[in-house]
T-cell receptor, first 115, second 110 residues
Framework: DTGVSQDPRHKITKRGQNVTFRCDPISEHNRLYWYRQTLGQGPEFLTYFQNEAQLEKSRLLSDRFSAERPKGSFSTLEIQRTEQGDSAMYLC?????????????FGNGTRLTVT | TQLLEQSPQFLSIQEGENLTVYCNSSSVFSSLQWYRQEPGEGPVLLVTVVTGGEVKKLKRLTFQFGDARKDSSLHITAAQPGDTGLYLCAGNTGGFKTIFGAGTRLFVKA
């Protein structure tokens, strides 16, 4: 169990640029989640996958955001035409099992700064 | 709209003091979880409570789930500087979407 890995740890980009983040979940974890966390707040749900299927998306996820999990393993989160309001920590978590209260295992996040 | 409200937002205490933080909602949750997050890291699960009225203890931490499964509390006895961090409650109303409260930031001074 090597834990959830996120890459990069930090990303600084200029407004209007596209960015892509990667998450490698714990192997055999079938559910993968993306959250966004701003300073002083708890994680806000963005989306989750059951294997390769994206089952729910938050209304926070505008059409500039897209997430994929093509083979049911790693996932990518892309933000197009970044805005300063997108600056935040993007957290990925994974879990397994059929219970809704299975513990989420988080990565250490990707901190995005949009200048 | 599901919402988990945590209080207080910030707590600064001396080592050895006791404290309680709260997590409240108008919604019924099938389970509630408490996580602790340190700067630059992701949250780490402390406990899951699933039964109304349930009490769980983890060393100096005591977690309680309300009878109506709408609220929870975390009590820390004899706080230590190592308890410093952001304490988050999280819940599901039955599906697989887990939502989080805004957290209580605890600072324990030596």
């Amino acid at each position: 169990d090597t834990g959830v890995s996120q890459d990069p740890r930090h990303k600084i980009t200029k407004r209007g640029q596209n960015v892509t983040f990667r998450c490698d979940p714990i192997s055999e974890h079938n559910r993968l989640y993306w959250y966004r966390q701003t300073l002083g707040q708890g994680p806000e749900f963005l989306t989750y996958f059951q294997n390769e299927a994206q089952l729910e998306k938050s209304r926070l996820l505008s059409d500039r955001f897209s997430a994929e999990r093509p083979k049911g393993s790693f996932s990518t989160l892309e933000i197009q035409r970044t805005e300063q309001g997108d600056s935040a920590m993007y957290l990925c978590a994974s879990t397994r099992g059929d219970r809704s209260n299975s513990p989420l295992h988080f990565g250490n996040g990707t901190r995005l700064t949009v200048t | 709209t599901q919402l988990l409200e945590q209080s207080p937002q910030f707590l600064s205490i001396q080592e050895g003091e006791n404290l309680t933080v709260y997590c409240n909602s108008s919604s019924v949750f099938s389970s509630l979880q408490w996580y602790r997050q340190e700067p630059g890291e992701g949250p780490v699960l402390l406990v899951t409570v699933v039964t109304g009225g349930e009490v769980k203890k983890l060393k100096r931490l005591t977690f309680q789930f309300g009878d109506a499964r709408k609220d929870s509390s975390l009590h820390i006895t004899a706080a230590q500087p190592g308890d410093t961090g952001l304490y988050l409650c999280a819940g599901n109303t039955g599906g697989f979407k887990t939502i989080f409260g805004a957290g209580t930031r605890l600072f324990v001074k030596a």
